[in-house]
């Protein structure tokens, strides 16, 4: 249980009891203004306690965390000799995507429709005159 005193833990001791005794400290001062004619603050009374349930099944939750430690990977047992070679050990469980490079497919002899041949050299146009607007295009 040492690593419970820990400099990191005993801040997340001591943000948890100072946000435990705020929001219950909100809710008696929530409670107090209800009790004196404001209606709206009986939502709000038990509203504070909820968030200071929360703030503890946090904490606990992360205590069990800690407590558990990492995961080990227990390496399967080999079916059989004709399985095949075993995966490298190091092999990350998530792998980096496969970048594939995206050549236009070539256009069919002939099949060039005219307004598409247009706005293509329009686009030409605009992307050799950078500084121009649409309505400059001299075609």
């Known amino acids: 249980m040492k690593w419970l005193w820990t400099?990191?833990?005993?801040?997340?001791?001591?943000?948890?009891?100072?946000?435990?005794?705020g929001f219950l400290g909100l809710g008696w001062w929530q409670v107090t203004r209800a009790a004196g004619?404001?209606?709206?603050s009986f939502g709000y009374a038990i509203e504070w306690p909820?968030?200071?349930g929360f703030v503890v099944f946090v904490w606990w939750r992360e205590?069990?965390?800690?407590?558990?430690?990492?995961?080990?990977?227990?390496?399967?047992?080999?079916?059989?000799?004709a399985a095949g070679p075993e995966?490298?050990?190091?092999?990350?469980?998530?792998?980096r995507p496969v970048r594939v490079t995206r050549v236009?497919?070539?256009?069919?002899?002939g099949a060039e429709d005219g307004?598409?041949?247009?706005?293509?050299?329009y686009l030409s146009w605009l992307n050799a005159?950078?500084?121009?607007?649409?309505?400059?295009y001299p075609g």
Not at 63 to 81: C, F, I, L, N
Not at 89 to 95: C, E, G, I, K
Request: glycine content about 6%.
């Open 7 to 21: 400099p990191a833990w005993i801040a997340r001791h001591v943000a948890m009891v100072v946000l435990v005794a």
């Open 37 to 40: 004619g404001n209606s709206l």
């Open 63 to 81: 205590v069990r965390h800690a407590r558990r430690g990492p995961r080990e990977e227990h390496p399967s047992p080999p079916s059989s000799a």
């Open 87 to 95: 995966p490298a050990a190091a092999t990350p469980a998530v792998r």
């Open 129 to 136: 005159n950078p500084g121009a607007s649409p309505g400059d």
């Open 50 to 52: 909820v968030f200071a």
């Open 115 to 121: 307004e598409l041949a247009d706005y293509n050299r």
């Open 104 to 109: 236009p497919a070539a256009p069919v002899a």
